[in-house]
């Protein structure tokens, strides 16, 4: 069982930038996929960002892509999300989630693919 902890959200202004990360404990991190996404009040949980195993592959929400950069550090079995010029849009609970190497395709943009979560960390953007 791969257990995952957030940290670095905060409260920070419009166009201010922040630094998430998630460490894993209790598996292989070279052979788990890595997810990131996010739930506001009142919405449904969406997709942010997800890596693959060995960090070849990344995917971006539209609504993120060139603001925030996922990336990965096996050394550190640690996953990251750099979130620059952030939008009060932005605010919410962000989680990381992992999924374990195993049969099917990888689907990194549906949270139902993923096997292991962590608890969330609250980000809020203030304009």
């Known amino acids: 069982q791969v257990q995952l902890v957030e940290s670095g959200g905060g409260m920070v202004q419009a166009g201010d930038s922040l630094r998430l990360s998630c460490a894993t404990s209790?598996?292989?991190?070279?052979?788990?996929?890595m997810g990131w996404f996010r739930q506001a009040p009142g919405k449904k949980r969406e997709f942010v960002a997800a890596?693959?195993?060995?960090?070849?592959?990344?995917y971006y929400a539209e609504n993120v892509k060139g603001r925030f950069t996922i990336s990965r550090d096996n050394a550190k079995n640690t996953v990251f999300l750099q979130m620059n010029s952030l939008k009060p849009e932005d605010t919410a609970v962000y989680y990381c989630?992992?999924?374990?190497?195993?049969?099917?395709?990888?689907?990194?943009?549906?949270?139902?693919?993923?096997?292991?979560w962590g608890q969330g960390t609250q980000v809020t953007v203030s304009s």
């Open positions: 890596v693959t195993f060995a960090g070849s592959s990344t």
């Open positions: 989630a992992a999924r374990g190497l195993r049969g099917g395709n990888y689907q990194p943009t549906l949270d139902t693919d993923y096997d292991n």
């Open positions: 209790g598996g292989d991190f070279r052979k788990i996929a």
